[in-house]
C-alpha cells in the first residue's frame, strides 16, 4: 500500500508513469544495511537513511529525466532499476550478489524504553514492532497524499497533469514540481525499502530489486485508481487480497500473473479504475 500510495505521487498526480519503483526501494534497504554495516547505527537511524538517500537518488533521477515524456520516461526509470541492481550486485561490502544476513539487535532501546524483548517491552519481537511500524507509516503517507491534493502545490501538479504545455504557458514551475513530487515519492518508497532487511532477516539484490515490487506499485493505484489517494488504497487491498488467496490456495508463483490480468483488464474496460466504475454507476443512477 505505501509503494502504491508513493507511485501515485508521481504516477498519479503529475502523470509520469515510473517503473524504477524498485529501485528506490532496493537503494533505500542498502542504505540501511550500509549504515548498519560501517555505523553500527540502531534500525530508526537507518531507516531515517533509507529514506534521505533515496530522496537524493530521486531528486538526481528526475533532474536528468524529467525533461523526457510519456514512454522515454518510463524507460528512463527501467533503466534505472537495472543500473542500481547492477551496482549492489557488485558491491561486496553489503553483501553482492550473495545478499547478507541480518542479525537484529538483542533488547532494543528508545529513550529508554525497551522496545523488543520477552518480558516488560512495548512488542514480543521485530516483525510485530515492524508491522506497528509500517502501518503507522502507511497512515503518515495517507495523510500527505491527502494534504499535497489539497494544497496550492497539487493544484499545480493536477494542471500538469491535464496539459503540460498549457502550465508552461500559465507561469506554472513545472519542472520544480515535477522534481518535487519525484522526491516525495523516492524518499516514501525509499523509507519502506528501510524496513525491509530487518523484516526479512536476509536480503540480496533479486529480492530488493524484484520487477514485482515495481510492477505492483503501478498496478495498485491503476486498478484502484490514480489522482486520489483512496485509489491506491482500495487498490492494494483487492489486489493483496486476492494475491494472498492466490497463496494460501494456489501457489504464489501465480501473483504476478494475477496482477497482468486485473491491470489489462482494467486498463482495458475501466482505464479509471474501481473509482471510476462507482462514479459512472453513481451518474448513471443519477
Not at 489522482?227 to 494460501?248: E, F, N, S
Amino acid at each position: 500500500m505505501i509503494m502504491a500510495l508513493a507511485w501515485n505521487i508521481l504516477g498519479g498526480y503529475v502523470g509520469y508513469v515510473n517503473f524504477g519503483s524498485a529501485a528506490f526501494f532496493g537503494l533505500g534497504a542498502y542504505a540501511a544495511i550500509f549504515v548498519m554495516q560501517y555505523f553500527k547505527a540502531d534500525l530508526f537511524t537507518q531507516i531515517i537513511t533509507a529514506g534521505c538517500f533515496s530522496a537524493i537518488v530521486g531528486f538526481a533521477t528526475g533532474a536528468l529525466t524529467l525533461r523526457l515524456r510519456g514512454v522515454y520516461f518510463a524507460i528512463a526509470t527501467l533503466a534505472l532499476l537495472v543500473v542500481a541492481e547492477t551496482l549492489i550486485v557488485n558491491w561486496d561490502y553489503v553483501g553482492g550478489a550473495a545478499g547478507a544476513y541480518i542479525l537484529p539487535k538483542r533488547n532494543p532501546t528508545v529513550l529508554g524504553l525497551l522496545i523488543v524483548g520477552k518480558e516488560n517491552a512495548l512488542f514480543g519481537n521485530y516483525k510485530e514492532m515492524l508491522f506497528f511500524l509500517l502501518c503507522i507509516f502507511a497512515l503518515v503517507t495517507i495523510v500527505i497524499c491527502r494534504l499535497i491534493e489539497r494544497s496550492k502545490f497539487g493544484r499545480g501538479l493536477e494542471a500538469l497533469r491535464d496539459n503540460e504545455q498549457a502550465a508552461e504557458s500559465m507561469g506554472v514551475p513545472t519542472l520544480r514540481l515535477k522534481l518535487i513530487a519525484t522526491t516525495i515519492s523516492a524518499s516514501i518508497m525509499g523509507f519502506t525499502g528501510g524496513v525491509f532487511p530487518y523484516y526479512m532477516t536476509f536480503i540480496d539484490p533479486i529480492s530488493a530489486f524484484n520487477l514485482d515490487i515495481s510492477v505492483n506499485a503501478l498496478a495498485m493505484p491503476l486498478i484502484g485508481g490514480t489522482a486520489t489517494w483512496l485509489g491506491p488504497v482500495l487498490g492494494a487491498v483487492v489486489l493483496g487480497t486476492l494475491q494472498q488467496i492466490a497463496t494460501v490456495t494456489i501457489s504464489s508463483e501465480i501473483n504476478l500473473l494475477i496482477v497482468g490480468l486485473f491491470l489489462v483488464g482494467f486498463v482495458i474496460f475501466a482505464p479509471d479504475g474501481f473509482l471510476g466504475l462507482i462514479k459512472k454507476f453513481r451518474n448513471r443512477g443519477n
